[in-house]
T-cell receptor, first 112, second 114 residues
Framework: AQSVTQLGSHVSVSEGALVLLRCNYS??????LFWYVQYPNQGLQLLLK??????LVKGINGFEAEFKKSETSFHLTKPSAHMSDAAEYFC??????????FGTGTRLQVFP | DTEVTQTPKHLVMGMTNKKSLKCEQH?????MYWYKQKAKKPPELMFV???????INESVPSRFSPECPNSSLLNLHLHALQPEDSALYLC?????????????FGQGTRLTVV
């Protein structure tokens, strides 16, 4: 079955440290890949997406992600965390359909 | 205008009430979605409208009834809800329903069923 997995429901980093949030999908056919961020009591905001082309994708707020087909992964990174990055992050995938499938989410905490 | 607007922001309703959630977008998007999100969980897809036709119904109970009056509007009619239906209801839209265009989300309606 096609699915998406986010390893680590909670990630804690110090301000200024590297952020790495993991996302893997299970399918022999690569999906379209998205990362969304959700701040408390708000909707979801797109950080970045991969559909075709360059496998290293840059998004908003200094985030980037790399699609690695051999590893079926689309991990999200940011070189230096800010306090304002504290939020819930969702990886999402779709396969040429209306249906967007979300991972279980990773809560990022940033400590001063 | 890159916004999806949802009203109301908060709603408290009794189990015998009838209410509606509304969603509007003016981006010319042809796919619109309803998601339900419980606390500390990812959004769960409920319904998808593609070109104003219902294309996906994820086995949602009939007490939830979607409606798409035109390409800019999406409603969710609620009737005889249960307390476990309390959640954040998110509306989203995308340019097409082919999966390769991102979904834009509204701020959600926080629904409490008492």
């Amino acid at each position: 079955a096609q699915s998406v997995t986010q390893l680590g429901s909670h990630v804690s980093v110090s301000e200024g440290a590297l952020v790495l949030l993991r996302c893997n999908y299970s399918s022999s056919v690569p999906p379209y890949l998205f990362w969304y961020v959700q701040y408390p009591n708000q909707g979801l905001q797109l950080l970045l997406k991969y559909t075709t082309g360059a496998t290293l994708v840059k998004g908003i707020n200094g985030f980037e992600a790399e699609f690695k087909k051999s590893e079926t992964s689309f991990h999200l990174t940011k070189p230096s965390a800010h306090m304002s990055d504290a939020a819930e992050y969702f990886c999402a995938v779709s396969w040429n359909t209306d249906k967007l499938i979300f991972g279980t989410g990773t809560r990022l905490q940033v400590f001063p | 205008d890159t916004e999806v607007t949802q009203t109301p922001k908060h709603l408290v309703m009794g189990m015998t009430n009838k209410k509606s959630l509304k969603c509007e977008q003016h981006m010319g998007h042809r796919a619109m979605y309803w998601y339900k999100q419980k606390a500390k969980k990812p959004p769960e897809l409920m319904f998808v409208y593609s070109y104003e036709k219902l294309s996906i119904n994820e086995s949602v109970p009939s007490r939830f009834s979607p409606e798409c009056p035109n390409s800019s509007l999406l409603n969710l009619h609620l009737h005889a809800l249960q307390p476990e239906d309390s959640a954040l209801y998110l509306c989203a839209s995308s340019r097409t329903g082919t999966g390769n265009t991102e979904a834009f989300f509204g701020q959600g309606t926080r629904l409490t069923v008492v």
